[in-house]
């Protein structure tokens, strides 16, 4: 029996405001109907602001691209309103949890965790554990927020064997959290080239990308078959950072 494909999308929409800083959520609707992804990760994630004329953005995402299932993490409460993390999904979302990665007095940070039901041809479904995490600014925040997440109990408590993604803004320029999620928590990087030196595809900023700020890490029996950073001439201006798309294989 052939495998079930399966699409996920990470992007760090910037509230829908672009480089141009004019909120046009239209722009962030146009990229994630072209790749027509199963599940979408959406980091820095605007309910209730001003600035993005007081909408809950991840709502109208969901029914603009006819996502029926969303969940959404919200870590920083402003004056009016709050921002997070959202993920979007075409199957079920089973549980929930916006997982608290905030350090010391550090800017409130979160990873929203989802299990989502996928389907696996005639076999029953599988459940993807799914974490859509925003990482601090500073190297040392960032492994404290790993570590932290590492030892959640929804990260820490599944099997080698059990399907996991973990995706999002990282803010790690130099990849150095790469190898804690490769060589100690035993994941695979969807989102470094292959060929030659390992280097993370670039996303930031989008205008004229230098860093890999967006990384994807996957387990279980997930086949990579394809790993792209979007390039579609609206997401140049539509965020500060461009999405990563990656497709995987899902044995049935």
Known sequence: MDPVSLRVLSYNMHRAIGVDRRFRIERIA????????????LQEVDRGVPRSRGLDLAWELASALDYPYYSAGYNVALREGQYGNATLSRYPILAERNI??????????????????????????????????????????????????????????????????????????????????????????????????????????????QGGLDKMFFRGPLRLTAANVCRLYVARVASDHLPIIADFALPA
């Open 30 to 41: 146009e990229i994630l109907g072209h790749y027509q992804s199963d599940i979408v990760l």
């Open 100 to 209: 608290d990665l905030t350090v010391g007095f550090r800017k409130p940070r979160g990873c929203q965790y989802t299990r989502i039901s996928v389907p696996r041809g005639t076999s029953s479904d599988a459940a993807l554990e799914v974490f859509n995490l925003h990482l601090g600014l500073s190297a040392w925040e960032r492994v404290r927020q790993v570590a932290r997440l590492a030892r959640s109990q929804e990260l820490d408590g599944l099997s080698d064997g059990q399907l996991c993604l973990v995706g999002g803004d990282f803010n790690d320029w130099r990849s150095m959290l790469t190898p804690i999620f490769t060589d100690i928590l035993d994941f695979e990087c969807a989102t470094d080239y292959k060929s030659g030196r390992r280097q993370a595809m670039r996303t930031y900023p989008s205008f004229s990308p």
